[in-house]
């Protein structure tokens, strides 16, 4: 058996109808950079999310650095931040996080994780608030919502701003309310493989502050007033109608797919709750956990067992391998050590194949190789 980290193929043959008719309607408009398609996702998306705003872009990673040039031009009236602004985040993402950060023109600040949830940890982002904070940027790490009430509680107190990493979330919830619609802004990716992924590269932005919004039109498009018109510099990051249309049509499907991913996981964790060299993935009851990674800690042979499964055809990858505090990309960075919880989630994590379509058959094969491999 051969079971990939992701296999898209029997998704799409799910949703060909309607991507089909999407797509065709792309081909007679003949409109394929914003236009009526975008603007209908947008208005979709933004209704799902239940906020205001919600603003296409061409990737998540654009989504954060427009994010912090549309606060950056709020608070300090041009585009950029400067390196004595402080940004807290966590170390244990995608890099893509901590260089939107860099890109602003801010310092990025890294604190520790909880090892529990993998997610920021909000003792810590308090403790590394300084006079020069301006913001942080919580990461819902595979699917699983951050501790907002806190973070929004601190946030406030300080008078800081969040930015949304929800790259890996689209649809989880913190206490019944969607993530990316606790902060000033939320970022999402819809890169092919996040579990609602477009057919290339592709991001959104929510918001509820409408001078964000237009903000953020203008630096999707090269900072224009009106057309020909730029009163500060911006980006080519506009979402295009071929991504749009592929993504209405799956967004139709995100709460049935973010189901189906979390009775794949109910699978895992029956099995793993009674295998003590697993932890499995913990959520609290008030999370809404879509399950983009499925990711357990092993105590100990984390190598071997990963080994172990890739010759038994089963692909599980380690997210991450390395820690963004290591990286020399980041190098002028604030780093608020100890790392206890992102050690802990560096030495022990292994995520698992995870996706709506994942047969009965497949999910009992993976189950199989990592029970045998402790037996
Ligand atoms: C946590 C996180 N942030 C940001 C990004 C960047 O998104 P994109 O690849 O769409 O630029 C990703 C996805 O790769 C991610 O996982």
């Known amino acids: 058996m051969n079971i990939p980290i992701l296999d898209l193929k029997k998704e799409y043959t799910f949703l060909k109808n309607d991507i089909t008719a999407q797509l065709k309607s792309c081909f007679k408009n003949q409109q394929w950079i914003l236009g009526n398609k975008v603007e209908a996702f947008e208005k979709r998306a933004a209704k799902y999310l239940k906020v205001k705003y919600a603003v296409g872009v061409a990737s998540g990673t654009d989504a954060l650095i427009l994010s912090l040039e549309a606060l950056a031009l709020k608070l300090r ?44 940890d909000t003792l810590s982002i308090k403790k590394a608030i300084t006079k020069n904070t301006v913001g942080i940027i919580p990461v819902h790490l595979y699917g699983q919502a951050c501790e907002m009430d806190e973070i929004s509680k601190i946030a406030k107190e300080y008078n800081l701003f969040v930015v949304e990493d929800a790259a890996q979330a689209f649809g989880a919830e913190y206490k019944n309310r ?23 590269d592709a991001g959104l932005i929510s918001t509820n502050d409408g001078r964000l919004s237009e903000l953020l039109k203008m630096l999707r498009n090269h900072g224009q007033v009106r057309q020909y018109d730029a009163s500060f510099i911006g980006h080519n990051s ?20 973010n189901t189906l991913r979390k009775k794949v996981a109910y699978e895992y964790d029956k099995v793993f709750s009674d295998v003590k060299e697993i932890e499995a993935p913990f959520s609290p009851d008030y999370n809404r956990h879509i399950y983009h990674l499925y990711t357990i800690k092993v105590a100990s042979n ?3 067992l990963l080994k172990h499964l890739n010759s038994a055809g089963v692909q599980a990858r ?21 790392y206890k919880g992102a050690e802990d989630a560096l030495s022990k994590v292994i995520s698992l194949p995870i ?15 990592i029970v045998d491999f402790f037996a």
């Open 178 to 200: 969607k993530v990316g619609t606790f902060g000033n802004c939320g970022a999402f990716s819809f890169f092919p493989s996040k579990n609602l992924g477009a057919f290339g």
């Open 318 to 338: 380690i997210y991450y391998p390395v820690p963004l505090y290591e990286m020399k990309a980041f190098k002028s960075a604030i780093f608020k050590k100890p």
């Open 238 to 257: 506009r979402l295009d109608a071929i991504q749009a249309a592929v993504l209405t049509a799956k967004l139709k499907y995100i709460d049935k797919f």
């Open 302 to 304: 984390r190598n071997k």
């Open 77 to 120: 009236s041009k585009p950029q931040f400067s390196a004595k602004d402080e940004i807290i985040t966590t170390p244990f993402t995608f890099l893509a996080t901590a260089e939107s950060i860099v890109r602003s023109g801010a310092t990025p600040v890294f604190v520790d994780i909880n090892p529990d949830t993998f997610n920021i």
């Open 355 to 369: 996706y709506p379509f994942l047969a009965k058959g497949q999910i009992k094969h993976i189950i199989k190789s």
